[in-house]
């Protein structure tokens, strides 16, 4: 875990930001505080009002109540053009009727810059991106990559302290997206100043962020960095949007201090406090745990932690993994198991009868 | 007050309203209150030169719905319209089928470009250049008689009925085909072969699939059509003769030749009501006929 | 498609047959317009700049179809944003009423505002022209000018306004240049429109003719027919140069934000 950022200062800090679109209610009390150089992520499905709040930190929303503060500065009033953050836009916006340099340089119109020097600067920001030299072309005749590249450079040249991606990536086939993504990071890291991304993907957002918000239906439900995201989702919601969740139901007790989970098809076992991020629940309850987590034993291996019996339910074959949906005994609902596949050893085939190593560590407990 | 209507401006909706707003205004003026003052004036009486006598009385529609010359030249021009729609629209759609499915995509805006040039000449010279070709000593005539094929000019060609809806017909065949090739550009491909993939012949396809989806754009080819030739005065005019006459001819007469404002306007309104009826229970019958064919939800 | 394209293509032979006619006797030296042809000459052409009455006539015209196409347009423009970028209240019928004269018949329009001019009070003139024409040219020019703004990505003008610039810089320097082959094109087809247009100029245009009023009163005489046809023929070419010209504007404006949906209409 990244100790080391948590004492970053504070950029942007938004309080109780509310807004409406006449009856819909987008934004539901969004307190949000992000750090100098942060590389953050805003996460969630479309409608979650994501893009809705990067356009209100960007200035192209108004919002009813709240605070949008950057560098101690309160922003309610200050138009688009006047705040320090630059967007990519998620069409890119690419001027059509500019040469790529053109764009580059069209927000130091009004720097005071002499036509030479912005013109390096241009040129330096089209370097940073990998465009060097690509300053004379038309804007139009550019590919996906090559428009986001400008987009990036566009906004950078003007030196924000924040940058807003929307949804930069979606627009890219598979290879691309994730070719930027890496440049992407780098980038962020070389210039030092705050991202802000909005993305659906979640793959995408575990990838790039230091931090991530989730969000659903205007709300915030969890903001942490990536590993406690996954590892510690705080409800069963954000824990099945990110990666692949298994679910079990179980029961809950707590005897003689301890607080005991008897899981369907897995048994008792006791759960630490953290293991429960809804509070610890009295009777019926639900168990989630990640597909890596559980392991199918081969002849001759033991279990490091605990161990149950099941049934494969069904075998699919992606090269580097396989995944086994199993049926644990006594139990209705099969789960995924992710493995790796290593060389000389068998895939498992259909209704086959296993062994399934589990560890009471991975589970989340939620009411 | 005023800073609530300030505000009201910032938002989408009053941007909007305040962006429209010239260019309402200027048809409200320049359109509907003229519109109204025809209305308006139907039902007045002329008394001297430029002078109506302002009593509110049905005179004019009285003596407009049972004067036969009036009613003759109100049944012409339906007919005349309606047979022109029906001409134009049904030579049009091959075009229109032919450019969308049988022409190549890089092609098919020059197909609609060279279709729609001859709009946008002038309409007067082409409704004279009928005449000329039309005529007794006309391109026509004379040309049949130079190789032989008649002997004395044919005289049915100009100068009546069948003039005017040939003259109609040709200048409003651009109108008929841009519909009708809008609706057939926006049927998803896939359709079609979804249905010959379902068994459907060609034929079939067409009359189940291709069809029912054109309907909208055929029916929008005969408002389109429909509305502005029962109102046209030019080509009865140059090419009808006195057979051939069209309400419109009678609304110009009563206005600048006898001086009876009050009368044109009276019969204005009347073509103006008959329209909008038949627009009105065609666009209904249309609508019927595609949702009975289950193109509608 | 075969027999289909066969039919297109004498279908556009009928479309243009009468269009083609026009230079053949135009360049005609017999002073009957029959078949067959005489020899070629272009006296016609010099007989049309004899009739002084005509000069008057084209003046007027262009006269009016430029401050009808410049009024046309500025009201398209201003529509064609607020219905492309904006919903507001009554829309549909607001702008059903806009676009109403593309199908009134035009005598209706011109019917209607000669009893309002007259009842007013003031005499029908150039002015009277124009207003006219910028009613019916107004909807072609919002029919061109709202796909310009529709195919604008909206978020280019965001772009802007995120890198510095002020609504109103952010309209000089990016939604105008972007929109100016649309612009450019409704200018010329509302041009075009009002130059040949007969019908209302008819009504309204008091003692001084336009070019097709005037025309529509020489072919009352036989012996100017040849002459009619010269001019049309001048006409016409115009009239298909400046159509010409338009869409290329038009495709310019679309292959530049990446859009062509083709056609005018």
């Given amino acids: ?367 | 007050m005023v800073e609530k209507l300030r505000r009201f401006f910032r938002t989408e909706k009053g941007t909007g309203l305040l962006l429209v707003s010239p260019t309402a205004i200027y048809a409200l003026l320049m359109l509907a209150v003229p519109l109204a003052a025809v209305v308006l004036i139907s039902f007045w009486t002329q008394n001297g030169v430029r002078d109506f006598d302002t009593t509110m009385t049905l005179a004019n529609y009285k003596e407009a719905l049972t004067d036969p010359l009036y009613r003759q030249l109100m049944l012409r021009s339906l007919m005349v319209s309606g047979l022109v729609t029906l001409i134009t629209v049904l030579l049009a759609f091959p075009i229109a089928y032919f450019v969308s499915f049988g022409v190549k995509a890089e092609h098919k805006s020059l197909w609609i470009f060279l279709i729609t040039i001859p709009f946008w000449t002038s309409y007067l010279i082409r409704v004279f250049l009928w005449k000329v070709i039309l005529g007794y000593n006309g391109v026509l005539n004379s040309g049949l008689k130079a190789v032989g094929l008649i002997e004395e000019p044919l005289t049915f060609i100009l100068y009546n009925v069948n003039a005017v809806i040939i003259t109609l017909a040709h200048a409003y065949a651009p109108f008929a085909i841009l519909p009708i090739f809008v609706a057939l550009e926006k049927i998803d491909r896939s359709l079609l072969e979804a249905a010959r993939d379902l068994g459907e012949n060609r034929v079939m396809t067409f009359l189940r699939v291709t069809l029912p989806l054109a309907a909208p754009g055929v029916v929008a080819a005969v408002l389109i059509v429909f509305i502005p030739t029962i109102g046209d005065y030019v080509t009865p005019r140059l090419v009808g003769g006195p057979g051939g006459l069209m309400i419109a001819n009678m609304i110009q007469t009563q206005f600048l030749r006898l001086n009876n404002a009050p009368l044109g306007a009276t019969l204005a309104v009347l073509a103006m009501l008959i329209v909008a009826v038949i627009a009105i229970v065609f666009v209904i019958i249309g609508n019927r006929a595609a949702g009975q064919k289950g193109a509608r939800k | 498609m075969k027999s289909l394209k066969v039919y297109a293509i004498f279908y556009l032979i009928f479309l243009y047959a009468p269009i083609f006619l026009l230079p053949l006797f135009a360049f005609n030296s017999s002073t009957v317009i029959a078949f067959p042809l005489d020899s070629f000459t272009t006296e016609w052409f010099t007989t049309l700049l004899t009739l002084s009455e005509m000069h008057g006539a084209l003046l007027s015209s262009l006269k009016i179809a430029v401050t009808s196409a410049v009024l046309a347009t500025s009201l398209g423009i201003f529509a064609a944003m607020a219905v492309s970028r904006y919903s507001f209240p009554g829309q549909k019928g607001i702008m059903g009423f806009i676009m109403l004269p593309l199908v009134l018949p035009e005598i209706i329009v011109a019917v209607s505002l000669l009893i309002v001019i007259l009842r007013m009070g003031f005499s029908t003139g150039a002015w009277s022209v124009i207003v006219g024409h910028t009613l019916i040219c107004t909807p072609f020019a919002i029919a061109i000018l709202q796909s310009a703004f529709a195919s604008l990505d909206p978020s280019l003008e965001e772009a802007a306004y995120d890198l510095g610039e002020t609504p109103a810089s952010t309209f000089r320097l990016v939604t105008l240049p972007l929109v100016m082959p649309g612009i450019i094109s409704a200018l010329l087809i509302s041009f075009t429109i009002s130059m040949d247009e007969f019908i209302i100029a008819f009504f309204l245009t008091g003692a001084e003719p336009t070019l097709p009023v005037y025309l529509f009163s020489m072919m009352r005489f036989p012996k100017l027919l040849p002459a009619v046809m010269a001019l049309g023929t001048i006409l016409v070419v115009l009239s298909v140069l400046l159509i010409v010209i338009a869409e290329f504007f038009r495709r310019r404006g679309a292959k530049r934000t990446g859009n062509d949906t083709g056609g005018f209409l």
Wanted: proline letters at 3%.
């Fill in chain 1, 1 to 367: 875990m990244t100790t080391a950022k948590k004492d970053r200062k504070t950029l942007i800090s938004m309080q109780n930001i509310q807004k409406h679109y006449g009856d819909y209610h987008a934004l539901r009390g969004i307190n949000l505080e992000i750090g100098e150089g942060e590389f953050f992520s805003l996460l969630g499905p479309s409608g979650c009002g994501k893009t809705t709040l990067l356009r209100t930190i960007a200035g192209f929303e108004d919002y009813d109540s709240g605070y949008v503060m950057i560098s101690g500065n309160d922003m309610r009033g200050v138009p688009a053009n006047k705040r320090p953050t630059n967007m990519v836009f998620q069409s890119y916006a690419i001027f059509p009727h500019l040469t790529v340099a053109q764009n580059v340089a069209f927000g130091l119109r009004k720097s005071g810059m002499s036509k030479a020097e912005k013109a390096k600067a241009a040129e330096q920001a089209l370097e940073m991106v990998g465009l060097k030299g690509y300053g004379h072309r038309a804007a139009h005749a550019l590919s996906g990559g090559q428009r986001q590249r400008v987009a990036l450079a566009r906004a950078l040249v003007l030196k924000p302290k924040v940058l807003l991606l929307d949804e930069p990536l979606s627009a890219l086939d598979r290879k691309m997206r994730e070719q930027m993504q890496v440049e992407l990071i780098k980038l962020q890291r070389e210039v030092g100043i705050t991202f802000i991304l909005v993305t659906h993907d979640q793959e995408e957002a575990l990838v790039m962020s230091d931090r991530i918000a989730v969000m659903f239906e205007g709300e915030i439900a969890q903001c942490d960095d990536p590993e406690v995201l996954y590892r510690r989702p705080k409800s069963k919601r954000v824990a099945d949007f990110i990666g692949v969740m298994n679910f079990l139901s179980a029961e809950c007790r707590v005897e003689d201090g301890k607080k005991i989970v008897n899981v369907a098809g897995l048994g008792e076992t006791e759960v630490a406090d953290d293991q429960c991020p809804e509070g610890f629940p009295d009777g019926a309850a639900t168990v989630g745990f990640r597909p890596e987590t559980l392991t199918l034993l081969y002849e001759g291996q033991t279990a490091t932690h605990r161990e149950a019996a099941a049934t494969i339910d069904e075998v699919v074959y992606y090269g580097d993994m396989t995944y086994y949906d199993v049926r644990f005994d006594g139990v209705d609902k099969a789960v995924r198991i992710s493995m790796r596949n290593i060389f000389g050893r068998d895939v498992l085939e259909v209704g086959s009868r296993v062994r399934v190593s589990w560890s009471p560590g991975a589970l989340v407990v939620f009411g």
